[in-house]
């Protein structure tokens, strides 16, 4: 009894009276939505696999790109002999490419005949892409310099035995294998769509493009 009494007794909260014992009940703070930014690992992920799902090269060029290292790499099997006579496993990496080396050989003046298709076809020619022309242009190169051993071996005449048999021997296997890089990593960026930039090359066929 005495405790409902003091409930009688005790006033009756009025909002003045609410408004003084909470000074901060009518301050109200703004509600800011919460938003999820997508992380940087999540954006660089995505970003790799646009990149990876979307190549701007069409078929068509990377395929003309890859088939023109096919000309200097021909061209470039004579400086190989030494090396297939001391390594005969070396010869089974070309057996793959025997029949089209064949076929390319038995066509009369087969190299100047693709020499000039693929100069006067294709490097001059504005209707392809720079990615393709750039890319003959360096075979076309490539394919120039490799003259240059052969001249130079023709007017020295180095002999069969002695010093300059030997200098000839290993530059020899020096430009064979020098070109299998070339035609190797000209091929596979081409497929893949890159630009490639073959060194002592590039920067002369980037002058005639």
Known sequence: ??????????????????????????????????????SK????????????SYNPTPATD?????????????????????????????????????????LYRSI????????FALYLGVVRNPSFSQF??????????LDVLLVVPLLLTRILNPGRAGLGFKLMVWGHNAVFLFSCFCFVYGLVSSVLGKTPRLPFIAEAAGRQV
């Open 1 to 38: 009894m005495a405790f409902i009494s003091i409930l009688r007794l005790s006033p009756t909260p009025t909002p003045k009276t609410l408004s003084k014992s909470r000074p901060f009940s009518s301050f109200n703070p703004p509600l800011t939505p919460f938003l999820k930014f997508p």
């Open 41 to 52: 690992t999540h954006l660089s992920q995505q970003s790799t696999v646009t990149r990876m």
């Open 62 to 102: 990377r395929l003309v790109s890859a088939v023109s290292y096919t000309l200097p790499f021909f061209n470039s099997l004579q400086y190989g002999r030494f090396l297939f006579t001391k390594y005969p496993s070396l010869a089974l990496l070309v057996d793959p490419v025997i029949p089209l080396l064949s």
């Open 108 to 115: 009369p003046y087969a190299s100047f005949v693709a020499f």
């Open 132 to 141: 393709v022309r750039f890319n003959a242009m360096q075979a076309v190169t």
